[in-house]
């Protein structure tokens, strides 16, 4: 019996279309949970947290997910997280019905 691997397997449209969307707010929300410091900037300042990136390293985000950071105010982490999981399935869904 072969194995399916990750290059088989059925993505929805939404994330074949944008990976890197879904790999930065990954990287993203990963530095935040390994680094409190970085966690606390990102909640208290994001665009601060934004400009500075984490290890060196800038977040490439989308236009849209950079000003949802920007203009949310978040309780925690686990606020963020849902909260953005939520505003993506918004966004993924409209501009799948858009095509």
């Known amino acids: 019996m072969d194995l399916i691997t990750t290059d088989q397997a059925f993505l929805p449209v939404s994330e074949q279309m944008q990976p890197e969307k879904s790999s930065e707010m990954s990287r993203l ?3 935040a949970l390994i680094d ?3 966690c606390d900037l990102l909640l208290t300042h994001p665009e601060l947290a934004l ?3 984490y ?3 800038a977040f490439l985000l989308s236009f849209r997910d950079r000003q ?3 203009r949310a105010r978040f309780a925690s982490l686990t606020d963020f997280a849902e909260r953005w999981l939520a505003f993506d399935r918004r966004g993924s869904s409209q ?3 858009n095509r």
């Open 36 to 38: 409190r410091q970085f």
């Open 68 to 70: 949802f950071i920007l």
């Open 29 to 31: 929300l990963n530095a």
């Open 55 to 57: 290890n060196g390293e």
């Open 95 to 97: 501009s799948v019905r």
């Open 51 to 53: 400009s500075k990136g």
